[in-house]
């Protein structure tokens, strides 16, 4: 079904319930459940697969708005109960001119198996794998995600002292256990601190991430102060490396005065003057995001100040392109850099989409894809553009700012492209050699640097703070124990 179209009378169910040659019928949004036994026990499932499908979206809410799409779903799902002597291997009835459902379930209540009752869990488990269908997920969720997950909303449920002294997953282990999955998928939902602690780092040192480059960027809210922005900046040369560091990760990250906030002049000529000595710490390897966000004056003038920095200092770049009118920001940001004399081969433009990439390609920068839930570029998306132009100069990055994000873009991206048959070769430059290549013109990051990795000691503090909260066991790792990371899921 198209996605953007409105429904109409033809798409929405035109009955709750009635009797056919097949059984009893009972319609909702996604479901079609044919009773071949007795009506209640059509009615009875309809409400316990709907209620399921409502918990796994609110769920699913903190990773994506798909389901939330008025079309998503409609009568996908067919759902046939039946007793073993009567089951039926026709599909279940359609929507008259709607499409067909996209997915069959058969409940088979025959002597020996139970009620609808005894299969509540049963029941709850399939409507979440049901889900993951319809919605493409289990093209992109880790296989343990996904069965964790299902058997978490099914009721399923490890005791609670399994829970509290579980380790976070580690890349490959249990994932086919289905009893291991729901008490992973459980420990990061519901653990003592698990709101709290820094769990992007944990799943990303688990799907074998083993660096990242965190760029400046607005925070969601504009700083209006000088000392707010310096004391941001001192946090990502800083503590985000310290902290980044106590999960196994590298930690990388560039520094600039982002467009949006260049509109403020008073803080834009502050934030200037003490863009130099940030610049020149440890870690650093660009300047950036910079660029354009509505493509004022002032945003002019300062990307091109701190072009000139970055040409001063020989650090790449890292170009913010606008979310509107993005093909003729996009286009300007490239003039302005051959304009000031700096090299493409020094500059990454970040943000590109189909309409884009080719001329960023074609003028020789690197071309940047963030991979964004609901906006800016989505894994299959990328995918399909992997295959077009295979993985010269395109790397692809991950969103994990203050909307809703996927901390694990690249590794997604990474195992989809691959299932997908891009070339290994195609995958391992835009997911990782790439960015080194280019970042590593600044003399700060080297794949040295993770091969050999140094220890892991969680009793660290940094300027008298720790990571561990609520009495947690610090872990510590000499680099002979580290796990044997893979920079893709497996």
């Known amino acids: 079904m198209d996605l953007q179209r409105r429904l109409d009378e033809l798409d929405l169910p035109r009955f709750q319930e009635r009797v056919s040659h097949l059984g009893w019928e009972v319609r909702t949004k996604h479901f079609v459940v044919v009773g071949a036994t007795r009506r209640r026990d059509a009615v009875r499932t309809a409400q316990i697969m709907a209620t399921a499908w409502e918990d796994v979206g609110a769920l699913a809410d903190q990773w994506t708005d798909l389901h939330r799409r008025e079309t998503f779903g409609v009568g996908a799902v067919s759902v046939w109960v039946v007793d073993g002597a009567r089951r039926s291997r026709e599909p279940a009835p359609g929507r008259g001119k709607g499409p067909e459902p996209a997915d069959t379930i058969f409940v088979d209540l025959?002597?020996?198996?139970?009620?609808?009752?005894?299969?509540?869990?049963?029941?709850?488990?399939?409507?979440?794998?049901a889900f993951f269908r319809v919605s493409q997920q289990e093209q992109t969720l880790p296989r343990w995600v996904r069965t964790g997950l299902?058997?978490?909303?099914?009721?399923?449920?490890?005791?609670?002292?399994?829970?509290?002294?579980?380790?976070?997953?580690?890349?490959?282990?249990?994932?086919?256990?289905?009893?291991?999955?729901?008490?992973w998928v459980r420990y990061l939902l519901e653990a003592d601190d698990a709101r709290r602690a820094p769990r992007f780092f944990e799943a990303m040192a688990a799907?074998?991430?083993?660096?990242l480059i965190e760029p400046a960027f607005w925070l969601g809210q504009p700083r209006t102060f000088v000392g707010t922005y310096v004391d941001y900046l001192s946090t990502i040369v800083g503590w985000e490396r310290f902290r980044a560091g106590q999960f196994g990760i590298r930690h990388y990250c560039t520094v600039g005065l982002n467009p949006k906030e260049a509109n403020n002049e008073e803080l834009a000529e502050g934030v200037m003057a003490w863009l130099p000595r940030f610049a020149l710490k440890e870690g650093v390897v660009a300047i950036g995001e910079i660029g354009y966000d509505e493509q004022t004056a002032l945003e002019d003038r300062y990307f091109r100040l701190q072009l000139e920095l970055a040409k001063e200092l020989a650090l790449p770049v890292m170009i913010h392109t606008p979310h509107r009118d993005k093909k003729r920001g996009t286009t300007r940001s490239m003039d302005v850099c051959e304009e000031m004399g700096v090299d493409p081969a020094m500059v990454v433009i970040d943000h590109n989409n189909e309409e884009t990439v080719a001329e960023t390609l074609q003028r020789g920068f690197w071309a940047g894809f963030s991979i964004y839930?609901?906006?800016?570029?989505?894994?299959?998306?990328?995918?399909?553009?992997?295959?077009?132009?295979?993985?010269?100069?395109?790397?692809?990055?991950?969103?994990c700012d203050w909307g809703i994000s996927d901390c694990l873009g690249v590794p997604k991206t990474a195992k989809l492209a691959l299932d997908s048959g891009v070339p290994e070769a195609v995958v391992r430059k835009a997911c990782y050699a790439n960015a080194l290549a280019v970042y590593g013109k600044s003399g700060q990051i080297s794949e040295a640097d993770w091969l050999n990795p140094s220890a892991i000691d969680q009793r660290t503090l940094y300027e008298g703070n720790t990571i561990l909260r609520g009495g947690r066991e610090p872990r510590i790792e000499t680099p002979g124990e580290r796990r044997a990371g893979s920079l893709l899921i497996e």
Do not use: C, F, H
Not at 110 to 129: C, N, P, Y
Not at 207 to 211: E, L, M, R, T, W
């Open 110 to 129: 025959s002597d020996g198996w139970g009620s609808i009752e005894d299969r509540v869990i049963q029941l709850r488990a399939k409507t979440v794998d």
């Open 150 to 183: 299902a058997a978490y909303i099914a009721g399923e449920q490890p005791a609670s002292r399994q829970v509290q002294r579980l380790e976070p997953p580690r890349p490959g282990a249990g994932s086919r256990d289905r009893a291991q999955a729901a008490l």
């Open 207 to 211: 799907a074998g991430v083993v660096a």
């Open 373 to 399: 839930p609901s906006t800016k570029m989505g894994n299959a998306r990328m995918v399909e553009l992997l295959k077009q132009y295979g993985g010269e100069r395109i790397i692809v990055d991950s969103a």
